[in-house]
């Protein structure tokens, strides 16, 4: 084996390590995921109340979201790569802790604590549990795009875990106990996962002095997962409660949970297991062009399945939550990649993202009084409509592939010039047909993370490149490679 690929598979083994404390970003999804968890009081269903809870909950979640989207707006948006504050950290996992007795307020041992303190007490568990993902994604978005998927399902698996652990504890103390136990691993692990990343110096281009630009270039990344994602929490919020939506059997209630907790375990160790097993390429783009819309649209047809198939209703709900694991873990990581890539604040991105996913999911829950079970019509009016999105999707993004096309125009066409001289260069270098391509983007002036998206490697594959590059070209930096590209 030569040096150059030993360097590269080195260089991959390394990327490809799993990171144990970004692990702990399940259990903050855990720890969503058991108070978002219809209970019983005594056998008397309380869904009004319940409801209102997680309402709460929701719009706490969506006020801090808000919160940090002005504060990233009013700071510099395109250079925002600043880690979480530990004191942020810390005060967030510890307003969660304590706003979490909101959340179990209605029964054993809390059952003296007022409606309108557990209101509140689910107001903060909101918003505080929201400033720890937000920190988590600010987190995630310094690992490597092909690191994101992997860790991600991992964590998944342990959220599926933890939150089978909560059903098995039943109600009262002990289910309070494990989220608050969740809560406090997650912020540990934060912690720790904060001294294992090394800080990014997005590039100083046009890009990151021009905070709207950024934006827009990480929306034009962004959208299609995100209308994916927003219908999904719609979805979500509209048939969590099965006693809400009219099925009064309690026991078809239990397997609904049950299948929560087994449709993301599934799917968490299927995606880790794909990306394990994935090589120089980041499967993070594999997963958004075949995976992610099909789950997408089996989350909106699921419902009217189960309604007219009640026998396979469990299978259903199986697949449902585990379609919705893959959306959550591949919009998280998409949302990670794209901050990473445009560069814009982690903070922007993720903070606008849950806003918006914290109204579709309240949207939803505000739905069930209206629609009922009706809602699976309003599936398959989403379903259309996501179709619809998809076809949009394609055009453009056949435009755009048109577009980047590099047309015989005049000589000073300025696209067409760089790519001349770069074939020039290339050929008078000996470049490979890869590093051509990777030439390419490196004389328009992309970063590596940009580069890595569009040609499917990895960021560590792009750095190969570029060394290999500079050595056969006798280059020392980007401004070198500037130079003899402009043929200064």
């Known amino acids: 084996m030569g040096a150059g690929t030993q360097e590269n598979a080195a260089a991959e083994g390394s990327c490809r390590r799993l990171r144990a404390p970004f692990w702990g970003v399940g259990c903050a999804w855990a720890a969503f995921l058991c108070a978002v968890r219809f209970t019983d009081l005594g056998g008397v269903a ?39 504050s530990r004191g942020l950290l810390v005060g967030s996992g510890g307003a969660a802790a304590v706003g979490s007795i909101g959340l179990f307020g209605w029964y054993d041992g809390f059952a003296a604590v007022p409606a309108s303190a557990a209101l509140a007490l689910c107001v ?13 994604g600010a987190l995630y978005a310094h690992l490597e795009p092909e690191q994101l998927l992997p860790n991600g399902a991992v964590a998944l698996v342990i959220a599926s875990l933890c939150h089978a652990a909560h059903e098995a504890a039943g109600f009262g103390t002990a289910a309070w106990l494990i989220v608050v136990v969740l809560v406090v691993a997650s912020t540990g692990c934060a912690l720790a996962a904060q001294k294992r990343v090394s800080p990014i110096v997005p590039v100083d281009n046009e890009v990151t002095r021009d905070g709207g630009r ?50 993301p375990l599934i799917m968490g160790l299927a995606v880790a297991a794909v990306s394990a097993r994935s090589r120089g390429t980041s499967p993070l783009r594999l997963f958004d062009q075949t995976v992610y819309p099909v789950a997408v649209m089996l989350l909106l047809v699921i419902p009217v399945i189960n309604q007219a198939f009640p026998d396979l209703r469990f299978a259903g709900n199986i697949l449902s939550s585990g379609s919705f694991a893959v959306v959550a873990l591949c919009m998280w990581s998409n949302m990670a990649a794209a901050a990473r890539t445009v560069p814009i604040a982690p903070r922007l991105v993720f903070s606008a993202a849950f806003v918006l996913f914290a109204l579709c999911f309240i949207a939803g829950l505000q739905s069930i009084a209206v629609v009922g079970t009706d809602g699976r019509t309003l599936c398959l009016v989403m379903f259309a409509v996501y179709l619809g999105l998809m076809a949009v999707s394609f055009a453009l993004d056949n435009r755009e592939e048109k577009a980047s096309l590099v ?40 970063n590596h993370a940009y580069i890595a998206k569009k040609l499917y490697i990895s960021e560590n594959t792009v750095r190969t490149h570029v060394r290999h590059i500079y050595g056969k070209l006798n280059l020392s930096s980007r401004e070198d490679l500037i130079d003899l590209v402009d043929g200064a």
Do not use: K, N
């Open 46 to 84: 309380l869904p009004v109340a319940l409801l209102s809870d997680v309402t709460a909950m929701a719009l706490g979640a969506a006020v801090a979201a808000a919160a940090m989207v002005a504060g990233a707006v009013r700071g510099r948006i395109g250079a925002g790569f600043a880690m979480p």
């Open 124 to 136: 903060l568990f909101g918003a505080a549990l929201m400033l720890v993902a937000i920190g988590w």
């Open 214 to 263: 950024a934006a827009l270039r990480a929306l034009r990344v962004l959208w299609m997962p995100l209308a994916g994602a927003c219908l999904s929490c719609f979805i979500f919020g509209l048939t969590w409660d099965p006693i809400v939506s009219s099925e009064q059997d309690m026991r078809v209630a239990h397997q609904v949970w049950g299948a929560m907790v087994a449709g």
């Open 407 to 446: 047309p015989e125009r005049a000589a000073d066409d300025t696209r067409s010039y760089i790519h001349r001289r770069c074939d020039e260069i290339a050929q008078s270098g000996g470049l490979s047909p890869r590093e051509i391509d990777v030439l390419y983007y490196l004389a328009r002036g992309y």
